[in-house]
């Protein structure tokens, strides 16, 4: 089977990670992997945000002022939780649409190809032997994380891509069958 219809078929997530996380020679690999992703109209309408260390303490502190500004009764454990999200790797990609509004490239076009910039993201950081795990949830809609990576007016925050190296077992890939969501016509 060719490498890539093999990455892609095995393609699972890893929702534990450790160190140690992409080198800076990986990082860039798969940063450079990602902005080869489609782009109707050649906008290039990604950003990334790279965060390790002191930086993801720092998320989880915007995390937290969110969710308090959303609850100002925020039990203590939810606090922590929030505190804890982004250290579940050792590092964190942001990965931001840069929407240019009323452009004819449609908005979502631009925000799709941040998700296929992700995905590439996610392809190339398992050949290189990295475990991945896309994820958003309510953060990243929230005004304070996007006032937090400087988002303006229609960007938007596609996923938060945690990097690291995978701890323990992957779920096997969930198979789904053609036949569920394909439609074959003049057959």
């Not at 089977?1 to 690999?29: C, F, Q, Y």
């Not at 949830?137 to 938007?156: E, K, N, S």
């Amino acid at each position: 089977m060719n490498d890539v219809v093999k990455a892609i078929k095995e393609r699972v997530s890893s929702p534990k990670l450790r160190g140690p996380a992409p080198t800076k020679a990986d990082i860039d690999v798969i940063l450079q992997c990602a902005v080869r992703a489609p782009d109707h109209g050649k906008l290039k309408p990604w950003r990334f945000v790279v965060l390790e260390g002191d930086a993801l303490v720092e998320l989880g502190q915007v995390f937290e002022r969110a969710g308090i500004l959303q609850d100002p009764l925020l039990p203590a454990h939810r606090r922590e939780k929030l505190l804890a999200m982004p250290l579940r790797a050792p590092m964190v990609v942001v990965a931001i649409a840069n929407v240019v509004p009323e452009h004819k490239i449609p908005e979502i076009e631009q925000v799709v190809a941040v998700g296929a910039a992700v995905q590439n993201i996610q392809l190339c950081a398992r050949a290189l032997g990295y475990g991945v795990m896309w994820r958003t949830g309510a953060m990243a809609y929230d005004p304070i994380v996007h006032a937090h990576f400087d988002l303006q007016g229609h960007d938007m925050i596609v996923g938060f891509v945690y990097l690291g190296t995978q701890e323990g077992g992957a779920k096997p890939p969930v198979e789904q069958s053609l036949s569920e969501c394909v439609q074959f016509k003049g057959f």
